[in-house]
């Protein structure tokens, strides 16, 4: 395959579109200079950490966090933003395990900053608001994606196990099912399960492993939201349950996605048969 047929090129126009379509139609609270500063920021940190590591600059992942973060923190002071964008890239630089990210870079220096720093950082749930428009384009766009990075199994599945949970606890507590459904078309919950928990270098490499990941984050979101009552259930679950993956990828093994064009400090070595821009390599011992 030819890296003009890598998957990353279309999630970065998506994203790039959906952050364009907030911030001047949707009037998000966060303007253009600041989501400019945190995609900056991302890529002047995969550029020195590449110095660092000896490896050839890749842009793409970098953009992809940098939209991402800019979708979803919020924050008053811009040093908290660029620091927020730092961290996201180190983080998949330092924290690995047999060389695969151990979390999603994005995920990771959101649920950093709200352990250290939750007074002056939040996520905007409701910034979408309930038009029709914005979740159409978002799940039509978002399938897309997915499926041409091949992870569409564990946002469907995901997708899945979170309704179970929304609507499994509305009818245990004799609520209108309007209240899950309405729950289910959050502009958060689409993009966490579109460009998010699809991360294929963070989830487990194996179907029946990341169907099971995909259970346990909305399992465990559901807990942070119904038992221990806090917000972003979906952030802390999935961050929480990134931990998981290295054991899940013990016990049910498989070739593991390695994206072509570098990038990354490098792991083991990778098979040379590609798929949908990316490769696949060898069952890690």
Known sequence: MTSRLDPRYFQMSVLGLLLSYGVFYLRFDMTWQRAALIVGTTLATQYLCSLGWKIPFDYRSALISGFSLSLFLRTNHWE???????????????IRVKGKHLFNPTNFAIVFMMIFFSRQIWVSP????????????MLGMGSLVVHK???????????????????GR?????????????????????????????????????RA?????????????????????????????????HLLVPFIDKILPDRRFQWDGG????????ATSTRNGGSYAPVPS
């Not at 409701?126 to 384009?137: H, K, P, V």
């Not at 509305?170 to 460009?195: D, K, N």
């Not at 259970?215 to 917000?231: D, E, K, Y």
């Open 170 to 206: 509305s009818l245990w507590m004799g609520e209108p099912m309007t209240i899950p459904w309405h729950r289910m078309q959050s502009g958060v919950v689409l993009l966490f399960a579109y460009h998010m928990i699809s991360d294929p270098k963070s989830t487990p490499d194996s």
């Open 149 to 167: 990075s091949r992870r569409s199994d564990i946002t469907l599945a995901f997708l899945f196990f979170w309704a179970a949970v929304l609507f």
């Open 209 to 241: 492993g990341r169907i099971l990941f995909s259970a346990l984050v909305a399992a465990g979101a559901g807990v942070v939201h119904f038992a221990l009552f806090r917000n972003n259930g979906l952030l802390w679950s999935l961050a929480a349950c």
């Open 80 to 94: 908290l933003a660029v620091f927020a964008a730092a961290i996201a890239i180190l983080s998949k630089f330092t």
């Open 126 to 137: 409701g910034q979408w608001g309930n038009e029709a428009i914005a979740a159409c384009f």
């Open 263 to 270: 990038g990354d400090p490098p792991g083991r070595p990778y």
